[in-house]
Structures are given as structure tokens and as C-alpha cells.
């Protein structure tokens, strides 16, 4: 487990920090404390996951708010800690803090137990998650630089890197793939209709297009991004499986109640002014602590039954649908999936929400069952879980029914098929 001295502390500061706060972090046991006015060289410190940069927010300075992203850019992309040391009705912090929530912050003056106090909640914080590598971000990043180049010779410039919570993307279209193995979550692909154009029409030279061929070539730009992802992956010994491209269509389309974890949002921008989405968001996966385990499947705040009928396997998740209790289902879905049952049904009327892991998860599993000439199937009552699967627009994957009588009927007329 962490401790709070376990931090090297980097300084970022423009005006002289109280001695007393450099002076205590010393006295106090940190691994080292170091002191910088500049960004030469700070990324590559801050690639230690347990650097924390605490930055020295001027009010009114001119060159401040382009600092700050830079700062947040560092943040994202080496996984750094970052705490903003700001005065007291500074509108562009209060705005920024809106935004990201997870971002920590002490007022001036700056008391040496105020910086304790904010380290110590950093600590908590990894404790209780745990954050994703950014080896599993930078080949998302690489392969959708490379795919527009080949394919358009569109050079994508990278605008800006940002933390959101949830889904909450801009555009028109977007192409949404879920993915399992080292960690699981989706990655997706987010473009106003006029940029897609804008991009086909350097592909062919054509002018007239229809709203098909402007949905597939989304689809397909998502597809070709998560191969080559998946080619960088395999090099370096990462295992993930994909799933087939979904679309999103919309104008600022936003399903930010249907995720709930967080994620990165990569902004690109094309040599014609398009901006270019990229948002990655998955959760590593790792033995949860032993926690659960009665015969049912109990656990904080989830649980699962599972029963054999004629046809299939009934699951009936309760809680929530996510990390947690994929953990202490996955046992039981590999048992399903190693007999010779070739259907299960998720009964959903208990389920309070789904989350991208949940999600992904259910969408590899369905993929296992296919091969063996079955699928799975979700009993959906509640209109929570229903606006997810429509929101997502995976629910055409499964099989998706109103109660379970209807989706033994189902289950019936495919195994009359085989």
C-alpha cells in the first residue's frame, strides 16, 4: 500500500514558494523534493507514477492558461498527479475545476498540512482504483495518426488531452468499439459529418455523397484504428479482443449517463480545421481482493444467481453491472461456456446499471457463445438499462427481450434452426 512519503514531490513554481512548505516536505521524509520553472525535461521526470507536480497558478498571467494544459497534457499522458496551488477567485481555475473534478487543489496562502492533506487524498485515491497504463492509451494514439495519413494523407495535430467522465463527445458521428483482456472498456472515433466528407472527398475526389457511404467509412476508420491498436498490442505482449464497430449518430450526441467510468479524451485537429475525437476508455483488469464469495455470488453492492434450465443457462446479475462483479462472475461464465450449453440469458430486472466494462464484457462473451452456434440473450424491464443498450446501440447484438418467457421462445426457434 502507498504511503504519502512513498511521492517525489516536483515544484513547478513562477514566484517563490513559502520556505517553510520546502523546508517541511524535506523534514517530513518524501523521496525527493525538487524545484522547477519550466517544462525542459519535466516530462520525462513525471513519468515516475509516483511524481506529483505541484503547480504554482499566477493570476493574470498572460501565458497561464496554454501553461495549464500543458500541465494537464502531463497529467493525462505520463499518469502524473498534478495540485494547482491557486489564489482565491481565480475564474479560469474555478471553470477548470468544474471540469475535472478529480483534480486537486489548495488555496494560498499554502499551509505545509494543506499540501499533506492533498497527497494523503491522492493516496486514498489509489488505493481504492486503479489506474490504467498509458502503454495501453499511446497505441490508440499512434494507430489513428497513421490511419489518416494512409489513407487521406491528413496529418492529425494533436490540440489537447483531457480526463472526462463518462461519454460526453461533440460530433455527429461516432464509431464505438468495445474491447476485452489486459483491460476492458472501449475505445471510440468521433467526427462532425462535415469533416467525415471532408476526408472522403480527399480519399475519391467525390462531392455527392450519401448518408451510407458517410457511416460506413466511420465505421470502417474505427475498424482499421483498433487493428492496427491491436498489431502494437500484439508486439509487445498485450492481449485484447475487439468487437465489430458500432455507430452513433447525432448532432452533440452524449451518453454520458450510460458510462460512468473515466476516460481519455484525445482532440486532433486535420489540415482543414476538422476536429478529430479520440476517447479511450478502459479499466485494467486485476484480481479483485477476496471479497466476495458465498455460493450466490454475494458482494458489496452486487450479486448473481445463476440456474441451468432445459435450453440455457439463466444469470440474474443484481446491483451493479460492472469491474466488481465481473470478477466473481467470470468463474462461473467460464463453467457455462466449458459445458455443453450453447445459450444463457441475462435476467436484467435487478440490474440498477451497466458500466463500459460490463458492457464489453457482455459483448465478448456473446462472441464465445456464437461459436458454438448459440448467443446470449437479456431479459430488459427497466427503462435505465434499456436506454444504455439503444444509447450504445449494441442492443442488436443479443437477443433482447421484454421478460424471459419471451426469450425462451427465441432461444427455442434458434436451436430449431441449427
Known sequence: MHDVTDFSIILFVKRKLEDTVVQYLNTRGFRSVETVTGFLGIRDRSRDRNAVIVYDWIRGSAHEVNAVHNVLDIWAECNTQVIFVIDR??????????????????????????LEAALKSIVMERTRTSSVSVEYINPFILATSTTFAELASVELKKKKLTI???????????????????????????????????????????????EQVVD????????????????????????????????????????????????????????SGDKVFLQICLTETRKAESETASSAGTSGTYSFEKEYKDTYCLIRPKGDFGFRMLQDIRPTIDEVLNSECSHMTFDLADTRTIDSTGLGFLVNINKKFLSKNGRVHLVVTTPAIRDILQTTQIAGIFGVHKSIEEAEKAIAVEREAL
Open 89 to 114: 477567485g481565480i475564474t479560469e481555475a474555478v471553470k477548470l475545476l468544474g471540469q475535472h473534478r478529480n483534480l486537486k487543489f489548495v488555496f494560498r496562502p499554502l499551509h505545509p498540512r494543506k
Open 164 to 210: 472526462d467522465k463518462g461519454l460526453n463527445i461533440r460530433g455527429d458521428l461516432s464509431g464505438v468499439m468495445f474491447l476485452s483482456g489486459n483491460a476492458t472498456g472501449f475505445a471510440l472515433l468521433s467526427m462532425e459529418e462535415r469533416g467525415v466528407k471532408n476526408l472522403i472527398k480527399k480519399m475519391t475526389g467525390d462531392d455527392n455523397l450519401e
Open 216 to 271: 460506413s467509412v466511420v465505421m470502417e476508420l474505427i475498424n482499421i484504428i483498433s487493428g492496427k491498436a491491436q498489431a502494437i498490442f500484439d508486439q509487445n505482449e498485450y492481449e485484447f479482443e475487439f468487437t465489430t464497430p458500432s455507430l452513433i449518430r447525432g448532432k452533440d450526441h452524449s451518453v454520458r449517463q450510460a458510462m460512468n467510468d473515466r476516460s481519455i479524451v484525445v482532440e486532433f485537429e486535420t489540415d
